[in-house]
């Protein structure tokens, strides 16, 4: 029942920017919360940035003040927004959505990952 597409990432020099998009579909995107991850060669997937359905946002250290996560109830869809990008940013960049209408249980959805690469 969800389904999740991302778009957006690509090629681009260091300092640069990049938007990543991820379109839900489902009934359950507005009450949902949403996560990016992002996993370099031969390192553990990590949390990069999570936004609550009520829009209260957490980032990972190394991304605070570049990155900023949004999303648009009304267009089922979350954004990922990237400034001023380092080569260290390169990985594969995945969403999520966490179901959390089967709690205490929780039940997550997956993008398919989009690859960022940075060059520097």
């Known amino acids: 029942q969800v389904h999740l597409v991302e778009s957006g990432g690509g090629l681009v020099q260091a300092g640069g920017s990049l938007r990543l998009s991820c379109a839900v579909s489902?009934?359950?995107?507005?009450?949902?919360?949403m996560g990016w991850y992002r996993q370099a060669p031969g390192k553990q997937r990590e949390l990069v940035a999570g936004?609550?359905?009520?829009?209260?946002?957490n980032y990972v250290d190394s991304v605070k003040g570049r990155f900023t996560i949004s999303r648009d109830n009304a267009k089922n869809t979350a954004y990922l927004q990237m400034n001023s990008l380092k080569s260290e940013d390169t990985a594969v960049y995945y969403c999520?959505?966490?179901?959390?209408?089967?709690?205490?249980?929780?039940?997550?959805?997956w993008g398919q990952g989009t690859q960022v690469t940075v060059s520097s």
């Open positions: 999520k959505l966490r179901d959390w209408t089967s709690r205490p249980d929780s039940r997550d959805y």
């Open positions: 489902g009934s359950i995107f507005s009450i949902s919360p």
């Open positions: 936004i609550t359905s009520g829009g209260i946002t």
